[in-house]
């Protein structure tokens, strides 16, 4: 599917002022282009029963979206374009003693 024919779907997005919902709407304005959303939930988690029961498209993160995907109920639209990568940032205190969760977490996201 072309990126510009986005234009005309109805989306499942967030509320306003929701980071997801920022980059979405940051990613449609460098294109020119403007989202008018059918539906806005206040959790990212409500977007993918709104997507299965037809309500619209949502922009997730995949591992957001995997087990709805692997279950088939619901599927990838694949872009001409494909979407930009966001940035994660962990800040931590170095005086502070880190546990072995943080410690994995940041591990695994150094993977990434």
């Known amino acids: 599917m072309k990126f510009k024919d986005l234009e ?6 967030l ?3 929701m980071q ?10 460098k294109h020119e282009m403007n989202i008018d959303p059918a539906v806005e939930v206040d ?3 409500m977007i993918m029963p709104m997507v299965k029961n037809n ?5 997730v993160p995949l591992s957001l979206a995997k087990s709805w995907i692997d279950n088939d109920d619901v599927f990838v639209i694949n872009l001409d ?4 990568n966001r940035k994660v940032f962990a800040l931590i ?8 969760l943080l410690k994995e ?6 993977q990434k």
């Open 8 to 13: 005309q779907i109805p989306f499942v997005l």
């Open 15 to 17: 509320s306003q002022h």
């Open 20 to 29: 997801l919902r920022e980059y979405v709407e940051n990613l449609f304005n």
């Open 43 to 45: 959790s990212a988690h």
């Open 55 to 59: 309500f619209g498209v949502g922009i």
């Open 81 to 84: 374009k494909p979407l930009p």
């Open 93 to 100: 205190n170095k005086f502070y003693p880190q546990s072995t």
């Open 105 to 110: 977490f940041i591990s695994k996201m150094k």
